[in-house]
């Protein structure tokens, strides 16, 4: 094996994770916005003739997002926006897009399994003290419930870095499309994807850590109050 090449052109990979942690922070932000909405609307009580209709579009959603490839949400949202909406759409804009409502899905499901985890009695405790369920909510159970759910989006957003290497397909440089770069200067494709996969590990096992130790932190602090 030969790296030699790092030293001409180890800014490729530079720059490709600083796209990469860019394109994963704002899809993950982006992707928690709309799962909260989603949420709602799964728990939303709005019916048209005795159907309840957000809840119908969010279940959907949820489930063909989580039904189909990732590949094929970003190729749709590319291709999708310049001949359905006729819009000019960067590819990082149409990768960043793609992503976010792909995360949106998983990141629902994270917000409900977050709220159901909290004991119902804290509900019920809250109900008897005279707080409609809206006020108990934000108020007694959806901050119990944030301690559940910020390790598990923070999971997500380790799993969106390596999914952001499909962004690739489209042309976003991103970390796996500098190293197919590096590859066609250099004509050799084993040491740049060794690189890359180094980069990917030191990446996603740093932040781990990171998210336990804050994990064991936000534990910690709620055995002492």
Excluded: H, W
């Amino acid at each position: 094996m030969d790296f030699s090449f790092l030293s001409d052109y180890y800014m490729y990979f530079i720059d490709g994770i600083k796209l990469t942690l860019f394109i994963s922070l704002i899809s993950v932000f982006l992707g928690t916005l709309f799962g909260i909405v989603l949420y709602a609307m799964k728990k939303s009580k709005f019916t048209i003739l005795k159907i309840n209709i957000f809840k119908v579009l969010s279940s959907t959603y949820i489930e063909v997002v989580r039904g189909t490839p990732l590949y094929l949400q970003i190729m749709i949202v590319y291709y999708g926006a310049d001949q359905i909406f006729n819009l000019d759409m960067p590819a990082i804009a149409s990768g960043i897009l793609a992503i976010s409502l792909n995360s949106a899905a998983y990141v629902s499901e994270l917000i409900r399994a977050g709220i159901e985890a909290v004991d119902k009695g804290q509900l019920e405790a809250a109900r008897s003290l005279g707080m409609n369920y809206s006020k108990a909510m934000f108020l007694v159970i959806i901050p119990q419930a944030i301690k559940n759910i910020l390790p598990a989006i923070g999971n997500e957003f380790i799993a969106v870095i390596k999914e952001s290497s499909i962004a690739s397909t489209i042309g976003v440089a991103e970390l796996m499309y500098a190293a197919n770069k590096v590859t066609g200067r250099i004509f050799r494709s084993f040491e740049p994807l060794i690189i890359s996969a180094i980069c990917y590990f030191v990446l996603t096992y740093t932040l781990g850590r990171v998210i336990k130790y804050i994990e064991r932190r936000m534990n910690t602090d709620a055995l002492c109050k």
